[in-house]
């Protein structure tokens, strides 16, 4: 089943037709990129909740003001003051169970030049919709080493959050804020984040297919900046 839940241009790659050396030049910071997002969740992991966020925050504000792999474009990276978002509410963080996703199909997404990315729904979330008014969908991400991917949306997307919503888990890039000790998962919505093409149209972006959006207004994590 293909479902066009996509946003950005038709390309991930904006390194793409470079030079070989700064091709290299590029791939070495993206690289660099994506080990400082695993070592900052490492750190979260290990701190009190919000000690954590704390440090996500200013962690999150220094890659995108000063790093070659920001999403933001370099004349943007100038006049950024900061990521802005709710303030932290200890009862938007989660530890759920998990349950089998039974007799769910497979979304493709077609993702420009990097393909269809495949999504297999594997698993419900079990513990949120009591407060949240649902639960949601758990999808691993095929091929290569895969990974598990959580997009929701809410009702504040649009006027207070980005209109095609946001990202709890995305563990190839590293978001993972782990388990706990009887291994249920954390879910922490203070830690919802816009993806990349949120910022710029460089970058294509799988959102939230329907059965992740809540509804109610989630009014934790990153929001939109004041205008």
């Not at 149209?201 to 990153?222: D, F, K, Q, T």
Request: hydrophobic share 40%; proline share 6%.
């Amino acid at each position: 089943m293909k479902n066009q839940i996509i946003a950005g241009a038709a390309s991930t790659r904006p390194g793409a037709r470079l030079s070989a050396s700064a091709v290299l030049e590029n791939t070495a910071s993206l690289q660099d990129w994506r080990r400082q997002v695993a070592d900052l969740y490492a750190a979260v992991r290990a701190m009190p909740a919000e000690v954590g966020w704390a440090q996500w925050r200013d962690v999150r504000d220094r890659l995108f003001r000063e790093h070659r792999q920001s999403p933001l474009a370099a004349a943007r990276r100038q006049r950024f003051s900061g990521i802005r978002y709710f303030p932290y509410d200890p009862e938007l963080r989660f530890e759920v169970g998990l349950q089998p996703a039974v007799g769910r199909e497979t979304i493709q997404i077609e993702a420009g030049k990097d393909g269809a990315m495949m999504l297999r729904p594997y698993a419900l979330t079990d513990g949120m919709e009591g407060a949240l008014g649902r639960e949601l969908t758990l999808y691993w991400i095929e091929g290569y080493g895969g990974g598990t991917f959580l997009p929701f949306g809410d009702a504040s997307n649009g006027e207070e959050t980005f209109a095609g919503g946001r990202y709890l888990l995305d563990t190839i890039k590293s978001a993972d804020l782990g388990a706990t000790s009887e291994g249920r998962m954390i879910l922490d919505f203070n830690f919802a984040y816009y993806p990349s093409c949120a910022y710029s149209e460089a970058w294509v972006c799988p959102l939230s297919p329907i059965e992740n959006r809540l509804p109610a207004a989630i009014h934790a994590g990153e929001r939109n900046p004041l205008s």
